[in-house]
């Protein structure tokens, strides 16, 4: 009988033994990868950044874009209003002849 109780705690030992190995390895394992995975996700967050910066002219280009159809309009009108100095100061023949 003690032999019996020896041989079946020997192989519940190594039973237990193989899974807390198993264990282990998976534990590794999944460490290894997590490291993996944040090492990749700081090479996007490089390239995420690096992408930011090279598009910013992009919407400055936009900005930039919007303030010269202010210019453009304020041009124009400077135009309107100069044309109309103009005829104010010099009338054209055809309304000088009239007069």
């Keep these: 009988m003690d032999e019996a109780l020896v041989s079946t705690w020997m192989t519940g030992l190594t039973v237990a033994c193989l899974v807390v190995l198993i264990a282990a390895a998976l534990l ?4 290894a990868a997590a490291r993996r995975i944040l090492r990749l996700a700081g090479e996007a967050l490089q390239a995420v950044q ?3 910066q090279n598009t910013n002219s992009i919407w400055e280009l936009d900005r930039t874009n919007q303030v ?26 055809d309304e000088s002849n009239v007069a």
């Design 28 to 31: 590794i394992a999944i460490l």
């Design 50 to 52: 690096q992408i930011k």
């Design 68 to 93: 010269a159809e202010g210019i453009l309009g304020q041009a124009e009108s400077i135009v309107g209003h100069g044309a109309a100095v103009a005829e104010t100061l010099h009338p054209s023949e």
